[in-house]
């Protein structure tokens, strides 16, 4: 199977990414209808599981979207254990140094790139019998996390990891370690500095930066700045906003009676 990530990418435009903290496969298939590139199902701070996963997955099989996972830390159990169960992309936190790059290429890489176990129970299915181990080192998509002071400092250093096809910027955590409020949509000069710098680079290697945006006004402002992959938010996030909006909407229309 194809990886409409990289696809994407390839055609000059930027990937509209989707997020899913619900372990829900019906969830997971409204999302995946929406016209995102692809969709994330997150292991670190949603509520999703091994096997909510792999039901966010069978749901959103139908539609023309790469499925993707945060892992919940760069550890090579989880990351062989998602791959299997069909993430096309791996997006893994709090990598801060060059040697922690290095070891999430290896635990997501078969041999002789990496040291992945062979055993794609459902991953192989995506392809006839034995096709999947052929493409997966050049299919799967690998997005470290940068988003700690420490992985600023490193910066060049761990874009310098073969292996990996960019970084993805947490912008709440990376304020965070730098003593500012966690926020997404950051507009901090220091932060906004940092975000060039990092698209730079990125540029220089020939990688694709992503970031995790609150809706479509960070996003668009992201992919204006050079944001190869921006995320919109996430489906709470989402549903939360427009709930609101109508609830809102409603009470103010109605002239008090609600």
Known sequence: MANKVKQVWASGKAVVNAWLAIPSGFSAEVIAQCGFD???VDMQHGVQD???MVQCFQSMHAHPVTPMVRVPWNEPGIIGKVLDGGAYG???PMVNTPQEAKNLVSYAKYPPKGVRSNGPIRAGM???AG???QTANDEIVLLPM???KTAVEN???ILDVEGIDGVYIGPSDLGFSYGLVPKLDRDEPEILKIYEKIIKECGKRGLNPGIHCSGADGAVRAINMGFKLVTLSNEVGLMQTYAKMQVNATREKSGGKA
């Open 38 to 40: 692809s969709v994330t």
């Open 50 to 52: 091994y096997l909510s």
């Open 90 to 92: 791996v997006i893994c």
């Open 126 to 128: 995506y392809g006839s």
């Open 131 to 133: 096709t999947y181990q």
């Open 146 to 148: 940068m988003e700690t």
């Open 155 to 157: 910066m060049e250093a």
